[in-house]
């Protein structure tokens, strides 16, 4: 229940303005909830209605059992990599992916923290033991690049290991297209307001308040320097051949339809139905560091 959940008011500046915000209370705040939606630039003022969603998504994911026979045939591989800001919407995203997938095909990977005997080895080598075989779909909840946010934001590595992740995560990134591997990496972006809603009702929640953690609240007051750390990432690491795919995820509905979407548009396999896949929003998904801006 919420009263294993570490929480406490915290004093925001959103906007220029000085705010206060308690978790605890059971009232969202007007000045959450009135802006969530169009929070960080939000390009549509509703969300995609359910219906929409349902149909649009059963679509697709018929495309994606296509996807699997087709590995399994070929002896293909796919990774994604899902990436973003606490409860930008990542667990949904895969779920959605792989909700029916055949299971002993399609992995998702969301590594624990690390043991005492990976800590001492390579920071790459504990992910890359989870790297697809033939015919696989692995899906990474979190990957290596928690070295290019979570960690440094909190203190978790030193400056250097966070430079050298930068330096080196190109060069591992070269190896996995030069082994055909189908690789993508997904930033969901949400903004400011939107994150504190995500935070409130999962503290509200019965179901859902294990999703919380004390993580989660530290964050709250971190919003610049996760910012900053996720512009550098995007900057340093986004390359021809492993580029970022950047998604305005406030609507977990679009977000989840035009990730899958650019995955089925970018993998040519059997049997592909161009018209049930359908056309990619480009006001919710673009490439790269400069889709924020």
């Known amino acids: 229940m919420a009263e294993n959940v570490e929480s406490r008011a915290v004093e925001l500046e959103i906007g220029g303005k000085k705010r206060v915000f308690d978790i605890d209370d059971p009232v969202l705040p007007d000045w959450v ?18 219906e929409e969603y349902t149909e649009e998504l059963r679509k697709l ?112 990134e070269k190896i996995i297209a030069h082994e055909g591997i189908f690789f993508f990496k997904f930033y969901l972006d949400i903004g400011r307001e939107m994150q504190i809603k995500r935070f409130h009702d999962r503290r509200h929640d019965p179901l859902a308040v294990w999703k919380l953690s004390s993580m989660d609240i530290a964050a709250l007051t971190k919003w610049g320097d996760y910012s900053e750390k996720r512009d550098r990432m995007l900057k340093e690491t986004h390359t021809e051949f492993a580029p970022w795919t950047v998604i305005r995820a406030n609507d977990k509905r679009r977000a989840r339809i035009n990730l899958i979407r650019h995955m089925l548009d970018t993998i040519d396999y059997d049997g592909k139905d161009k018209n049930a896949i359908g056309a990619i929003d480009d006001k919710i998904i673009g490439s790269g560091p400069g889709f924020l801006k």
Not at 41 to 46: I, L, M, N, W
Not at 136 to 143: A, G, I, M, T, W
């Open 33 to 50: 909830d009135d802006h969530a939606l169009e929070s960080g630039g939000y390009p549509y003022k509703k969300k995609l209605k359910e």
């Open 61 to 172: 994911q018929v495309e994606l059992v296509k996807v699997q026979f087709w590995l399994q045939a070929t002896g293909k591989r796919v990774m994604a990599l899902f990436e973003g800001r606490d409860a930008a919407g990542k667990g949904g995203a895969i779920q959605a992916s792989s909700a029916h997938m055949n299971p002993r095909l399609a992995r998702v990977v969301a590594l624990a923290k690390p043991t005492e005997r990976e800590q001492g080895q390579w920071y790459f080598q504990r992910y890359i033991a989870q790297f697809p075989t033939a015919g696989e779909f692995v899906l990474f909840d979190r990957s290596w690049y928690n070295r290019a946010g979570v960690e440094p934001v909190m203190g978790f590595c030193t400056p250097k290991q966070y430079e050298d992740f930068l330096h080196q995560a190109p060069q591992l």
